[in-house]
């Protein structure tokens, strides 16, 4: 069994994003459907205002900067960075304002000798392998009493999209991905949550608890649309199964989804977390 290797897995990481960010952003983030409802609340809960000078971490295609750029109007700056070029050249065809600014740049390298009035991260966090690093950057440019606002998803219990197919997976290609590779549910309870940012120092914080909902259409649309969505990387991986083994796990997909199908139709609940937290002293370097 392959082990985590950091170097290996953000490669991946942007060549999958790279490939992906097209259908991401029209099909999911600019609809703002099923937990994309969560980029209205997080503009709302971050309390971000006219004139703020904000980052927007692991920004992707743009949607929560573009929002931000809305909101601080043209006395404010916001600034998305991202590691994935492909998300980026997106964000910048339609965040079009003077106030936007992205750059391509791993989270856990960021440095700016500027200091910001507010930090936004959504869907993020959990594909940072050292959330710690991370956090403790922010702290260094984040202003003294200044807030950060992070999204996640919940657990695979509370946020079973993912779930459903890769529990089935895993049965038949425990490989898949190496061991202790990130996942999406990594930060899925509020304590989790909560934890990783006390650890990091921050206070006040405050963890949001939203409950939405994701109809992919069938069972049949649900499943084609994951392997539409897989990246190539990933599609490889599936070559090792024989024709018998791909139906069988299919067959425990589809029985994984059955409790959340209704006249034909999947309809998946999906908890959102968003976390709130202050940073209570600038760090130094
Ligand atoms: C699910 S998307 C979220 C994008 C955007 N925030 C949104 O809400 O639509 C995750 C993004 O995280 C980015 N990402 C993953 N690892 C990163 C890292 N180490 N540093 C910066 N961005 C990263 C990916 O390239 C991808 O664009």
């Given at each position: 069994?392959?082990?985590?290797?950091?170097r290996?897995y953000?490669?991946?990481?942007?060549?999958s994003?790279?490939?992906?960010?097209?259908?991401?952003?029209?099909?999911?983030?600019?609809?703002?459907?099923?937990?994309?409802?969560?980029?209205?609340?997080?503009?709302?809960?971050s309390?971000?205002?006219?004139?703020?000078?904000?980052?927007?971490l692991?920004?992707?295609t743009?949607?929560?900067?573009?929002?931000?750029?809305?909101?601080i109007?043209f006395?404010?700056?916001?600034?998305?960075?991202?590691?994935?070029?492909?998300p980026?050249?997106?964000?910048?065809?339609?965040?079009?304002?003077?106030?936007?600014?992205?750059?391509?740049?791993?989270?856990?390298?960021?440095?700016?000798?500027?200091?910001?009035?507010?930090?936004?991260?959504?869907?993020?966090l959990?594909?940072?392998?050292?959330?710690?690093?991370?956090?403790?950057?922010?702290?260094k440019?984040?202003?003294?009493?200044?807030?950060?606002?992070?999204?996640?998803?919940?657990?695979?219990?509370?946020?079973?999209?993912?779930?459903?197919?890769?529990?089935a997976?895993?049965?038949?290609?425990?490989?898949?991905?190496?061991?202790?590779?990130?996942?999406?549910?990594?930060?899925g309870?509020?304590?989790?949550?909560?934890k990783?940012?006390?650890k990091?120092g921050?206070?006040?914080?405050?963890?949001?608890?939203?409950?939405?909902k994701?109809?992919?259409?069938?069972?049949?649309?649900?499943?084609?649309?994951?392997?539409?969505?897989?990246t190539?990387?990933?599609?490889?991986?599936?070559?090792?199964?024989?024709?018998?083994?791909?139906?069988?796990?299919?067959?425990?997909?589809?029985?994984?989804?059955?409790?959340?199908?209704?006249?034909?139709?999947?309809?998946?609940?999906?908890?959102?977390?968003?976390?709130?937290?202050?940073?209570?002293?600038k760090?130094?370097?």
């Open positions: 069994m392959p082990r985590f290797d950091p290996t953000k490669k991946r990481i942007i060549l994003w790279n490939e992906f960010a097209p259908k991401y952003h029209s099909e999911w983030a600019s609809k703002e459907i099923g937990p994309f409802k969560s980029t209205s609340k997080l503009i709302t809960i309390g971000i205002k006219k004139g703020d000078f904000v980052l927007d692991a920004c992707g743009g949607v929560v900067t573009k929002k931000i750029s809305s909101k109007g006395s404010g700056k916001v600034v998305g960075v991202d590691i994935s070029p492909g980026i050249k997106i964000a910048k065809k339609w965040n079009t304002k003077k106030n936007v600014k992205f750059f391509v740049i791993d989270a856990e390298k960021i440095k700016f000798d500027k200091e910001f009035d507010a930090v936004t991260c959504q869907y993020g959990m594909f940072f392998p050292n959330v710690q690093l991370v956090l403790r950057k922010v702290r440019f984040l202003k003294s009493d200044g807030k950060i606002t992070v999204v996640v998803h919940g657990s695979k219990k509370t946020a079973p999209y993912f779930s459903c197919i890769s529990n997976v895993l049965k038949f290609i425990p490989e898949f991905l190496p061991l202790g590779t990130p996942t999406v549910h990594r930060f309870t509020k304590n989790l949550l909560k990783e940012f006390e990091a921050f206070k006040k914080i405050k963890v949001y608890e939203f409950n939405f994701y109809n992919p259409g069938t069972f049949q649309d649900y499943w084609r649309d994951y392997f539409t969505n897989l190539t990387p990933l599609k490889r991986k599936f070559k090792s199964l024989n024709s018998s083994q791909f139906i069988a796990m299919k067959k425990m997909t589809e029985k994984n989804t059955k409790k959340f199908t209704k006249n034909g139709k999947v309809i998946f609940p999906w908890r959102v977390l968003i976390l709130t937290a202050v940073n209570p002293k760090l130094s370097d």
